[in-house]
């Protein structure tokens, strides 16, 4: 969350031709409703099975970078799905950056909602030790602090995936 997984993956697309999905606004568009919207009625559970499920039916689609929410990689079998349908990128962030981005942020994100800075940044510690075993497992790692969303792009293109 606020790594810049969306941003750096629509300009990647727009310079390799492939699709891009957004795996968050495809359970919305699927359920007519906000992710929010969705914790709130169904619960968690239920969403990261919408998320598993949006999973699958990727693994068809050969040529798409798809952006995930940072909570799909720690469920289930999700990360293994994930290695195996393609090349995975982790855009690596500190919490300090990540708290100053998130708290700029106009975007509802259920997990964070009303959490004050100090909460959050203690929260994103925690979440991000939490979930570093799975993030860990990608293909590629990329320090996103200090570059542009183009320099991360243009570092991605290097890589040929």
Excluded: W
């Excluded at 293994?80 to 962030?93: N, Q």
């Excluded at 998130?102 to 959050?120: C, D, M, N, Q, Y």
């Amino acid at each position: 969350m606020g790594s810049g997984k969306t941003s750096v993956g629509k300009r990647l697309v727009e310079s390799i031709g492939f699709d891009f999905v957004d795996t968050d606004r495809f359970i919305e568009m699927q359920q007519g409703k906000t992710v929010a919207e969705i914790f709130a009625q169904r619960g968690e559970t239920a969403f990261r099975e919408m998320e598993r499920n949006v999973l699958l039916n990727l693994q068809q689609h050969e040529y798409a970078v798809v952006s995930t929410g940072g909570g799909m990689p720690c469920h289930g079998d999700n990360m293994d799905l994930m290695l195996a349908g393609g090349r995975v990128v982790y855009l690596k962030t500190s919490p300090q950056a990540l708290s100053r981005r998130l708290l700029r942020s106009h975007t509802e994100r259920p997990l964070i909602k009303g959490k004050a800075e100090e909460e959050l940044q203690q929260y994103i510690v925690e979440k991000l030790a939490e979930r570093e075993p799975f993030y860990s497992r990608a293909h590629v790692t990329v320090q996103t602090e200090n570059f542009s969303v183009e320099e991360l792009v243009q570092t991605l293109r290097r890589m040929k995936f």
